[in-house]
């Protein structure tokens, strides 16, 4: 079993949203930052989010700034990302992954500086 899960991808409409969850039942994630990275079919992996141990610093890939955010619910061990007015180029399987780092307020998107990544899920935005 891997040490992360993600879900709530699926297919929308240009505009709509969605909400990605990463949870685990290995790792207690409030104790490092995690990361939100994507991989379109024949581009690199992408960095599109990340969050603090701390919960109170965040980072966004300017592709992504004003329409997605990300949060932590450390009651149930589970990082979200808030995905609003979705484009077709937001197309990808979707991956948490925890950082190596762990700094209080640390914050990446390199995706060389994360490990445990989850099985990813797939969010298509088609109409």
């Known amino acids: 079993q891997l040490p992360l899960v993600e879900s709530g991808g699926g297919l929308v409409q240009p505009g709509g949203s969605l909400r990605l969850s990463c949870a685990s039942s290995?790792?207690?994630?409030?104790?490092?930052?995690i990361g939100w990275f994507r991989q379109a079919p024949g581009k690199e992996r992408e960095g599109v989010s990340c969050i603090s141990r701390n919960g109170g610093t965040s980072k966004y890939a300017d592709s992504v700034k004003g329409r997605f955010t990300i949060s932590r619910d450390n009651a149930k061990n589970t990082v979200y990302l808030q995905m609003d007015n979705l484009k077709p180029d937001d197309t990808a399987v979707y991956y948490c992954?925890?950082?190596?780092?762990?700094?209080?307020?640390?914050?990446?998107?390199?995706?060389?500086?994360?490990?445990?990544w989850g099985q990813g899920t797939q969010v298509t935005v088609s109409s």
């Open positions: 992954a925890v950082a190596s780092m762990t700094g209080r307020s640390y914050t990446s998107l390199t995706g060389s500086e994360y490990g445990n």
């Open positions: 290995a790792i207690t994630l409030n104790k490092y930052t």
